[in-house]
Each structure stands twice: as structure tokens, then as C-alpha cells.
């Protein structure tokens, strides 16, 4: 089992940034694979970042070339680094994690995008 904590979220203009963490409550180098998925009222869940436990990473097309997802393994921390957000970006955060092929989720951190 893990648990995971999310963390980071907030209200900002479009053009910002904002970086999102995630911890996880065991050491993430046992974790298959760990990511970003984000739900925005009256659509799906839908994945904006992983990152598996060989360190590789993949991104919905969206993000691309703004979005970078990362970990610090000692810390137990996966992070998600927004640039240049957009009103499309607003959404609830939500951290994920596959352990022995049980999906995990976190409680979401909520992105607003304003001017």
C-alpha cells in the first residue's frame, strides 16, 4: 500500500507557473510508476504526466514543453513543474501511484487559472 499527499495548488494568471508535490508515504523507487492526472468539472480524469521506477517519462500531448515531471527518490516526492498555464490547465491535481498493479490515488490539490 502507499499513500500519497498532493500538495502546491492554487489560484494564478495564465502564463504562470505553479509546481505541484506529491508524497508518498513508501520509498517511490519500489513504485512501478507514479503520475499526474487531472479532472476539470464535467469531464474525465485524464493523465498529464508519469513517471515509472527506470525514471521514464510521458506526457499528455497538451502539456508538452510545459509541463516536467520529476522525483527526488530520497525525499519519497514526485513533482509536477507547470509553465506557461493555461484557462485549460484549471482542473483538480490528482497523484497516482501503481504498486503490484493496485492504482492509487491521492486526495487531488486544486489548480485555478484566473485573471
Known amino acids: 500500500q502507499v499513500q500519497l499527499v498532493e500538495s502546491g495548488g492554487g489560484l494564478v494568471q495564465p502564463g504562470e507557473s505553479l509546481r505541484l508535490s506529491c508524497a508518498a508515504s513508501r520509498g517511490i523507487f519500489t513504485i512501478y510508476s507514479m503520475g499526474w492526472y487531472r479532472q476539470a468539472p464535467g469531464k474525465q480524469r485524464e493523465l498529464v504526466a508519469t513517471?515509472?521506477?527506470?525514471?521514464?517519462?510521458t506526457y499528455a500531448d497538451s502539456v508538452k514543453g510545459r509541463f516536467t515531471i520529476s522525483r527526488d527518490i530520497a525525499k519519497n516526492m514526485v513533482y509536477l513543474q507547470m509553465n506557461s498555464l493555461k484557462p485549460d490547465d484549471m482542473a483538480v491535481y490528482y497523484c497516482r501511484a501503481i504498486v503490484s498493479g493496485t492504482i492509487y490515488w491521492g486526495q487531488g490539490t486544486q489548480v485555478t487559472i484566473s485573471s
Open positions: 513517471i515509472t521506477s527506470s525514471g521514464s517519462t
